[in-house]
Nanobody
Framework: QFRLAESGGGLVQPGGSLRLSCAES????????LGWFRQVPGQEREGERE????????????YYSNSAKGRFTISRDNANDIVYLQMNNLKPEDTGNYYC???????????????????WGQGTQVTVAS
């Protein structure tokens, strides 16, 4: 069975850090991209979610949105099938519900968008506020 289980969200002050985790199971072991997407209040559809960062299981290549570059790092624990998103220097505009996702692709280029997502996790809330 397919399974994605996110954790690590919470309330943090501006400038703080959080690490999101997503434990995955049941997917093709070699052919997929794993990603983190953010949905903010006012967005109602999956298609409106912003691709924050993605990583290819096939070749390890990564993608970061402009807002994530230099502050966020995506990584994967291959032995335990966990993908992480380390978020540093958080800003109030980083607030949102963060979803782990599986994209059925061997490459990350052009794929870190909702259209390509084949499976969504349930989401974990991140709130950045004083």
């Amino acid at each position: 069975q397919f399974r994605l289980a996110e954790s690590g969200g919470g309330l943090v002050q501006p400038g703080g850090s959080l690490r999101l985790s997503c434990a995955e199971s049941g997917f093709n072991p070699d052919y997929r991209v794993l990603g983190w997407f953010r949905q903010v209040p006012g967005q109602e559809r999956e298609g409106e979610r912003e691709g924050i960062s993605c990583i290819s299981v096939t070749d390890g290549s990564t993608y970061y949105s402009n807002s994530a570059k230099g502050r966020f790092t995506i990584s994967r624990d291959n032995a335990n099938d966990i993908v992480y998103l380390q978020m540093n220097n958080l800003k109030p505009e980083d607030t949102g519900n963060y979803y782990c996702a599986v994209i059925p692709s061997g490459v990350v280029e052009g794929r870190c968008v909702p259209h390509w997502v084949g499976y969504w996790g349930q989401g974990t809330q991140v709130t950045v506020a004083s």
